[in-house]
Each structure stands twice: as C-alpha cells, then as structure tokens.
C-alpha cells in the first residue's frame, strides 16, 4: 500500500470520526444542522472513494456535501 493510498484512507476514517463526534449533540441541532452534517459525511465518503481515497477528494467531497445539505434543509 502506498503511503498516499494510505494517507487517503486515513483521512477518511478521521472525517468519519469528526462528523460522528459531532453527532453526540444532535438533538441539540437544527433540521438544517442536521442535514449539513449528514451532506458532509455523505460527501466525504462519496469523494474518498471517488479519488480511491485521495485527500483533496475526500476533502472536497465533504465541503459540497456539506453545502448540499445545508441547501436541501433550508427547505425544511
């Protein structure tokens, strides 16, 4: 395994861990809250196995999640 196929994957896993720490106040949170929180996870995986767990794609992944999410529960 290479170190930056490594790294990819790394990255992933801590973005996982970041948004289900976040999850621990989420009766706490708005439906919008929510809905950016959950794009971001969403997206973060999405772009991780994109880029086959490319940093900038997984990265990149969770920000438009996130806006994604942030759009779609504004309608709520």
Not at 55 to 74: E, F, N, P, R
């Amino acid at each position: 395994m290479t170190t930056m196929r490594m790294i990819g994957k790394l990255s992933a896993a801590t973005l996982l861990a970041v948004a289900l720490a976040g999850c621990s106040s989420w009766d706490n949170m708005s439906h919008r809250q929510k809905s950016t929180v959950t794009g971001a996870g969403i997206g973060g995986v999405a772009g991780a196995v994109v880029t086959n767990g490319g940093i900038l794609g997984t990265v990149g992944g969770a920000a438009i999640g996130g806006i994604i999410g942030d759009q779609v529960g504004k309608n709520r």
